[in-house]
């Protein structure tokens, strides 16, 4: 039985980490793959917004286990439909065969996306295999062979969606040629971009500025009838948790509608209710004519899926399959998952994302080192840096921030080159909100005082 409710106050540590976590982290690092260990918590047990460690130290969680729990950690209504549907059957092939769960998701996706056209949908079981579906879809319907993306993009680290990828050095080190046929173009990042725009005090001149380049390189390097799909993030991820001005996205889909080419919305990190909205392009104005998505999609079992035009549909079978996709236990929670979602949880990411974007600004105002406070609704991120004149990068400050977060019961992760990311579940209430930012707060000025 849990001895946490979720709803705890505070956080409450002793030493981290203690003797239980270090034997756990010994054993891992002897025998897991490297990959992106971000701090020593050793999870025993979750609830809400809150996690248990094997010690008995106390968390809170404000990284929802990287964007998947939105709904809260070991949701009862969660739990109850994969339990549910665990007693009927675990598998069943749904690419190969049939079964009502996964054609009562599909319908639910295209009825809550955006854009009132027929759609179809191809499930996967990561971020990574939407975006793959989404690439070998939209080549396949358009018959074209190239792609946009952004500078600053994380679309996953597969060969195809590491092409996409262009967020930092270290996830395509080494492992060239990946995927031919993708062009970088800058994002609209007010706070830092190359043109040297202050994107806040002229968003038109950013986005004009994007724009532009994008026509540039159609005009001398690719030509727009052969680009089958622009792939961006509604709020860049991984690369920084990056907001662009409010016209970027009507802008961005003129251009693409003019070119006859697919703009592909990844919503897998920023997407199911992260924003206070259901889909974080819906913020924008913009219908894209596909979304993918991941993560929050079934609160911790593995789903992902590709919504898009029914016309761009794969015409013969097997041009691509799975095997998971579409799991009936995935569909399940994922079914769930979205009622709970429906019923007053995006409206509190909203009401509590006011409250933490209140507080961030005010670190901002207050702090030296924090040079941007930004975000929408709970998928909010501060940027560190040496100076707010020079706006040089600081990671060295950033991650001691994060680690003195942690030792006070704090979990957060990184993004960027130099910022940390604030993406609790979405269930998180006012007092806990309050408590975590004065931790951060701590946490921040202990950092300055020491470096």
């Not at 005010?362 to 941007?372: A, L, N, P, Q, R």
Request: hydrophobic share 40%.
């Amino acid at each position: 039985m849990l001895m946490i409710t979720g709803n705890e106050a505070k956080p409450m540590v002793k030493e981290v980490p203690g003797e239980e976590a270090k034997k756990i982290i010994e054993k891992d690092e002897k025998y897991v793959a490297t990959t992106t260990k971000a701090s020593p918590a050793v999870v025993k047990e979750a609830k809400g917004i809150v996690f248990e460690d094997v010690d008995g130290n106390i968390f809170f969680d404000f990284t929802s286990g990287v964007g998947v729990t939105n709904v809260g950690h070991s949701h009862p209504k969660i739990i109850e439909a994969i339990k549910k549907q665990a007693e009927k059957f675990l598998h069943f092939a749904g690419t190969d065969f049939y079964y009502s769960l996964q054609a009562e998701l599909a319908e639910k996706l295209c009825e809550i996306t955006p854009g009132n056209f027929e759609k179809k949908v191809y499930f996967g079981n990561s971020g990574a295999e939407a975006v793959e579906a989404a690439i070998k879809m939209t080549r396949w319907s358009t018959g074209k062979k190239f792609f946009i993306a952004f500078i600053g993009a994380f679309h996953g680290r597969t060969m195809g969606a590491l092409a996409l990828t262009a967020s930092k050095p270290v996830h395509k080190q080494k492992f060239f040629p990946w995927m031919p046929g993708v062009v970088h173009v800058p994002y609209p990042n007010p706070y830092r971009n190359p043109f040297g725009i202050d994107g806040y005090e002229e968003p038109d001149e950013l986005v004009n500025a994007v724009i532009n380049y994008i026509e540039y390189v159609f005009k001398h390097f690719v030509p727009s009838d052969e680009v089958a799909a622009i792939f961006a993030e509604p709020i860049q991820g991984e690369g920084g948790y990056v907001v662009p001005p409010k016209n970027f996205f009507k802008e961005l889909l003129k251009l693409a509608e003019e070119h006859d080419i697919l703009l592909v919305d990844d919503e897998i990190q920023a997407g199911f209710g992260r924003t206070g909205k259901f889909w974080a392009i819906e913020h924008f104005d913009a219908v894209p004519h596909v979304i993918t998505t991941a993560k929050a999609m079934a609160s911790g079992i593995p789903i992902s899926a590709c919504v898009y035009p029914a016309k761009n549909d794969f015409k013969v079978k097997g041009a691509h399959s799975t095997t998971f996709g579409g799991n009936p236990v995935a569909c399940a929670a994922s079914l769930a998952t979205i009622e709970v979602l429906q019923n007053g949880l995006i409206e509190n990411a909203e009401k509590q994302g006011k409250l933490m974007a209140k507080r961030l600004k005010e670190m901002e105002e207050k702090y030296e080192i924090v040079g941007d406070a930004r975000g929408i609704g709970l998928m909010q991120a501060t940027e560190i840096v040496k100076s707010k004149e020079t706006k040089e990068i600081y990671p060295k400050a950033r991650d001691e921030i994060v680690n003195k977060a942690f030792k006070k019961g704090l979990l957060l992760l990184s993004c960027g080159a130099s910022a940390i990311r604030y993406i609790p579940p979405l269930c998180i209430n006012e007092e806990q909100m309050n408590n975590a930012m004065d931790l951060l707060e701590e946490a921040i000025k202990e950092t300055m005082k020491e470096l």
